[in-house]
């Protein structure tokens, strides 16, 4: 059921970026499933603006830890238009001429090239290494236990956790950078997310639970 609501969107994204309509049913559905969803919100949270506009609609869509905020978004556009190499591809928006999706990808991409040479700088200057990390949940009436955070995208079937004992002691060793603070969930059974008892510190995750903060 999950992956066809995934697909839905997806589609509804690509019509929405080919005939720039969406109707205010279709964003309340998109909004619903990008609060259920973190991995669809990591993808698409940052349209949710031009998508409300087209729409003449409010989502009311919250953003999941780790994620830019509309205001941020806002500022740093305003900042990006005062630069030259940037002027001209955002006067292009405004006048329609370069397709949305297209011009907040390549928006994301110059963020990450920028953010990539500046971790690698300081990376270099700090000296940090990475390091091994054990996960661990004792939940015996779980079935599956998945480990879901920033590190992986909030990806939820990419850290899947073992029962090493056979009585629900589900355990993970993940490889994580040094000088780094990481915000993660437990996801149980493939639908319930468990801040991790055992970490010093937890933070409101947006969607009315907590997730926890590990700080290396």
Not at 48 to 63: E, N, Q, V
Request: net charge positive.
């Amino acid at each position: 059921m999950e992956r066809s609501m995934c697909e839905m969107v997806n589609e509804l994204i690509l019509a929405w970026e080919r005939t720039g309509a969406l109707s205010s049913a279709n964003l309340k559905l998109l909004s619903e499933h990008l609060e259920q969803c973190r991995r669809c919100a990591s993808a698409y949270v940052a349209l949710m603006p031009l998508l409300r506009r087209d729409a003449g609609g409010s989502s009311g869509l919250r953003t999941p830890p780790g994620l830019l905020s509309e205001s941020f978004t806002e500022r740093l556009m305003g900042k990006l238009a005062g630069g030259s190499p940037f002027r001209a591809v955002l006067g292009a928006l405004r006048r329609g001429i370069v397709p949305r999706l297209r011009l907040v990808l390549a928006v994301v991409a110059i963020l990450l090239v920028v953010g990539g040479i500046l971790s690698w700088f300081r990376g270099i200057q700090l000296g940090r290494e990475d390091t091994l990390v054990r996960f661990e949940l004792v939940v015996p009436e779980a079935h599956s236990v998945t480990l879901v955070g920033d590190f992986c995208n909030w990806d939820p079937n990419q850290l899947v956790m073992k029962d090493v004992t056979g009585e629900g002691d589900w355990q993970i060793t993940i490889r994580l950078k040094k000088g780094q603070v990481y915000t993660y969930n437990f996801l149980m059974n493939g639908r319930q997310w468990i801040a991790d008892p055992n970490s010093l510190r937890q933070v409101d995750d947006g969607f009315g639970g907590k997730s926890s903060v590990l700080e290396l």
